[in-house]
């Protein structure tokens, strides 16, 4: 625990009632959501990740939760939003029960009579996003299908290998190019169809090309 203070305006708004209808009011919400004042200390939590209690959390720094090699980026995001009233963000990791963990946090500010007294940080839980997104990279990057993706003007975005090998390219000189020229002309047609239609219902039938 840190050392003793005089009470503040946060200490006002977080006892009695008021701390009773934020309990009420996120109290189940699905993310992490802190109060923390300017000296970057813990002043409420919603909920705590399993191994870990409220009770015992608020009154320490946030820092406790950041690992050392994230609290670069943190004390830069907290500093910025204090200083500027500007909202930031960052990405912190780290070892929970099951593994890795990855959170992103978001910070903002709390005005009082137009002074930034203190910081609301909304936390995610983005492990299982970010574990989705390595699936979908490791399936995209070996799949033996030509897969691209494509922008709304029809330039390709993204490649993956096998298209780069197939048609003799490499994959950095692909992007940015139109899709259209590697269409066979016999293709053209029901092809710009399609991507037309697409941009229409977001929706297609499969096709041979």
Known sequence: ????????????????????????????????????????????????????????????????????????????????????????SFETMYAGEHGVMIWVVRVGPIRHEGEVIGLVTLNTDVTER?????????????????????????HLKRVNPAFGEMLGYDVADLIGQRFIDFVHPDDLAATIELFRSVHVSTTSDTFEN
């Open 1 to 88: 625990m840190l050392a003793e203070r005089e009470p503040d305006v946060l200490d006002r708004w977080l006892c009695g009632p008021g701390l009773a209808t934020l309990d009420a009011v996120i109290g189940a919400a699905p993310d992490v959501i802190a109060v923390v004042d300017r000296d970057i200390v813990i002043r409420y939590l919603n909920w705590a990740t399993p191994g870990l209690t409220r009770e015992a959390l608020i009154g320490q720094s946030a820092f406790t939760l950041v690992p050392p090699d994230c609290s670069g980026v943190a004390r830069d995001a907290f500093e910025k939003v204090l200083r500027t009233g500007a909202a930031a």
């Open 130 to 154: 970010r574990r989705g997104e390595a699936d979908r990279d490791r399936f995209f990057a070996l799949s033996r299908d030509l897969l691209t993706v494509v922008t709304q003007e029809g």
